[in-house]
């Protein structure tokens, strides 16, 4: 097998390559286990970096090949709740996100998310186009532009916003266009916003971007991502309180209160009167809530 001895030294010494782990993501595919998103969860869990960089590596002594994405995240929070016991409370953001009422819950959520972005935004309405009335859900300023906004919520979040919803968009945005120009709205809309929780199709992103549509995924495009928006501006919804029951929830997404900062900031008395609990039921959740930004902003 060798011809020389320096041949056998070689081989013995020659340093063993990394084993490629891959982890099955919710779509069946296998894709290659990938540190950065593994330390962006637990940044966003409020970990400094360098925790969060200790972290990982536990994560990654116990990942083994195919592991299917959603026991890594459970994996995060376990390790993550030895240091954090009040994580145990929490649920996942991108499926609090995904647990939102479409309306008017994530509706409002998203446009919370625009002014945290920069945008002046007014609520939702209808407006007359030139050939039919358009019910938008909302409308965005910034600078000297005017946008039509577009929210698209999806339960499930590994699905696609798709070519569909961009194509209504634009031809929604034409024709309040004209109908601006024929004095049936006040509204000089130069272009259209959307904003979904979940990925955009290629054919969907494509689009948009050959129509000059702005467009907010999950995870991009880069410094309009709606994780990395919600993340810096600690926009965190009520639905990650695992403990909050659907008629609470309701109730104060019916008053606008969809963070978990609006949530704190009630006064207990309101909060009692408003979902109907005991003024100390009303102060434990207002405790959790705060107790939850505090470890998000990493004052814990």
């Known amino acids: 097998m060798f011809s020389e001895p320096y041949e056998i030294l070689n081989f013995l010494i020659m340093p063993t390559l990394p084993i490629m782990i891959h982890v099955r993501k919710a779509d069946g595919r296998l894709e290659p286990y990938d540190r950065s998103k593994v330390l962006r969860t637990l940044l966003h869990l409020g970990f400094d970096r360098s925790k969060a960089e200790q972290l990982e590596k536990s994560v990654f002594e116990r990942v083994y090949d195919g592991m299917p994405t959603s026991e890594i995240l459970s994996l995060i929070y376990e390790l993550a709740r030895e240091f954090r016991p009040e994580i145990a409370h929490l649920r996942d953001i991108r499926e609090a996100i995904s647990a939102m009422r479409p309306k008017p819950d994530f509706e409002e959520y998203a446009r919370m998310v625009l002014r945290a972005a920069g945008y002046l935004v007014e609520p939702g309405r209808v407006l007359e186009g030139r050939c039919v009335s358009h019910e938008i859900d909302g409308i965005a300023f910034r600078n000297d532009e005017a946008y039509v906004v577009e929210v698209k919520h999806h339960v499930n979040h590994h699905a696609y ?140």
């Open 161 to 300: 916003t798709g070519l569909g919803t961009v194509l209504e968009l634009w031809a929604a945005l034409e024709d309040l266009k004209e109908g601006f120009r024929l004095g049936l709205h006040p509204y000089h809309f130069t272009s259209a916003i959307l904003v979904c929780n979940t990925k955009i199709s290629l054919h969907a992103e494509r689009y948009a971007r050959c129509k000059r549509i702005m467009y907010m995924g999950w995870r991009y495009p880069r410094a309009f991502a709606l994780s990395d928006i919600v993340s810096e501006k600690k926009l965190y919804p009520i639905t990650m309180l695992k403990t909050l029951p659907q008629t609470v929830i309701e109730k104060l997404g019916d008053r606008g209160v969809v963070t978990l900062n609006q949530l704190r900031k009630m006064g207990s008395e309101d909060l009692a009167k408003l979902i109907g609990v005991s003024l100390d039921e009303a102060g434990r959740i207002k405790s959790l809530a705060e107790k939850l930004v505090a470890t998000f902003s990493g004052k814990t």
